[in-house]
């Protein structure tokens, strides 16, 4: 079977790569949009990537669930997704299921250079971390608070560039705060309801340029539209917590970890090999990323494990298996 690097290949016949970095691929295609492949590509304690077998496909079941929550309410960026994608692409690539389950095509939009990370709670290493006086995603939390407190609603911004002036990107974009919040608000009222929560979601967000005619006699004028892009509550973007492990954790104290485990559990592999031992392995060095390409090739064990924690906790948010939700909602056969 095709794997998806010889995919990969093919479609760069017909359209540019023009961003490959973190778990996505993505390919510009012909009118304003953008072919978007989750890729297995992971990133351990800086090193990588490492490839996870079949996490994509998982991630990117993750992201078209949460816009069937939440898409009649707030602007997306999703225009095909599963089965759908077959009618952008050449015929070589039609009835792709590695396309089909990983793939979905977005309308090119002009990206804001800061991202916002919308905090509800802390806990777990994050709370660790706290309580050793490090800066939380770059800010500082107020101080003294126990394991499991609410934060109240704000977004800690965090820049995706380094040459961006971040206090006037702050004020230029001061629109996104509120509407990442309503959009947090209103997934979080779906996963309680599942007996989850959130405890933090990063968002991506960027403006598509619209025309309208405001007085209907064609006097278009451009309209620009935030959208929350590049995947939303997703493992690799969004910790949650079960409500019932919350609830222990103010009794007792004692913190279970999130609930969607993926990281953690490749982060767990990866001490175990002392991937975080800057004195031992640096990721800047490019000689001990060569060994730990080499060295260290990412257990089968730890791949299952990432994979079935995913695939349970999709069931638990959804209802569904992931199997079901492709094959229900996305079409794919």
Known sequence: MQGYAEIRAGLRQYFPLIHREGVRDVYRLPGKKLLVVVT??????????????????????????????????????????????????????RNNRILQMRGTIVEELEMIPIRS????????????????????????????????????????????????????????YLEVPDASIKLFNAFQVFANKKGVMVADAQFNCGYTNESIDPVGQDTYHPHRVLVHAGGIFTPDSTSYISCNDYLDMLITRNSQGSISKGQAILEKWGAEWGLNDREYLNPE????????????????????????SARKFFSMLSGMTVLAFQRDVLGIE
């Not at 939440?70 to 999703?78: H, K, L, P, T, Y």
């Not at 990412?298 to 079935?308: K, P, T």
């Open 285 to 308: 060095n490019e000689e001990d990323r060569a060994i730990v390409r080499a060295k260290m090739p990412l257990s089968q064990d730890a791949i299952g494990e990432v994979n079935d």
């Open 117 to 172: 990370v919308v905090r509800h709670l802390i806990f777990g290493d994050e709370y660790s971390a706290y309580r050793c006086g490090q800066l939380i995603g770059g800010n500082e939390l107020p101080r003294k608070m126990r394991e499991g407190t609410i934060i109240p609603d704000g977004p800690i911004w965090m820049t995706n560039d380094r040459t961006v002036d971040f206090r006037q990107a702050i004020i230029q």
């Open 40 to 93: 297995d590509r992971q990133y351990i304690h800086g090193f990588g990537p490492f490839e996870v077998d079949g996490y994509g496909a998982l991630i990117n079941a993750f992201n078209v669930l949460a816009w069937t929550v939440v898409g009649a309410r707030f602007q997306e960026d999703i225009l095909f997704k599963g089965r759908e994608i077959d009618e952008m692409l050449p015929e070589e690539f």
